[in-house]
Structure formats: C-alpha cells, structure tokens
C-alpha cells in the first residue's frame, strides 16, 4: 500500500504565495500521474492540477491557471504545488492523488485515482 504525505499547508493572506508538497511512502512508486483536489466546505471536491510522469504533460484547472504551477521531483517521488497570487476562493482542504494504471485517463476526475493523501488545509484571509 502507498501513502501519500501532504505537507505546507497554513494561513495567509490574500495575494501571498504557499508551496505544497506530496511525498510518497515508498521511495520506489512510481504512478501514471499524480494530482490535486481541493475541497471548500459544502463543495464538492475538485480538480486543481495534475500532470503525466511520462511525457511530463501539465493540466490545470481555469480557476488556477497562471497562478497555480504543479512540478515533480522524480529522484523523491515528491510533488509539489506552487501557489501564488492566492485569494479567499482558493481557501480548501488540499489532496494529493496519484494514478498507478497506465490506462488513458484524463487526470481531471477524483475516480481516476487510486491512492490519496490525508488533505492539507489552506485558509487565505481577505
């Protein structure tokens, strides 16, 4: 079984900038794709970012574009979300997500991944 460790998650203010981190358990992992999801209180969960370990290809939501960059370190098997220009909205529990089947997927949907991690919380003040 993999795990998957989030980490960098806080408090900020508008306009600030935060990095979160997802660590897998085993050194060796390597899935098809990995993801984040958030979910604000009485919402659904959603995609935010995803990308393809091969061919390195990136995805984002619109919501994010531009302010959010989704990158990988494939020696630790860590993944990281640069977050900047943060705004309330963006206030959510965080997730990382990776895909191990190499079956075509888009990425975009919660289902289409098999391990998660516990969530990190992001709360951006106004």
């Known amino acids: 079984q993999v795990q998957l460790v989030e980490s960098g998650g806080g408090l900020v203010q508008a306009g600030d900038s935060l990095r979160l981190s997802c660590a897998a358990s085993?050194?060796?992992?390597?899935?098809?794709?990995m993801g984040w999801f958030r979910q604000a209180p009485g919402k659904e969960r959603e995609f935010v970012a995803a990308?393809?370990?091969?061919?390195?290809?990136?995805y984002y939501a619109d919501s994010v574009k531009g302010r959010f960059t989704i990158s990988r370190d494939g020696a630790k098997n860590t993944m990281y979300l640069q977050m900047n220009s943060l705004k309330p909205e963006d206030t959510a529990v965080y997730y990382c997500?990776?895909?191990?089947?190499?079956?075509?997927?888009?990425?975009?949907?919660?289902?289409?991944?098999?391990?998660w991690g516990q969530g990190t919380q992001v709360t951006v003040s106004s």
């Open positions: 997500a990776a895909r191990s089947s190499a079956l075509p997927a888009t990425l975009r949907f919660s289902d289409e991944y098999d391990y």
């Open positions: 990308f393809r370990w091969i061919g390195g290809s990136t």
């Open positions: 085993r050194p060796t992992f390597r899935s098809a794709g």
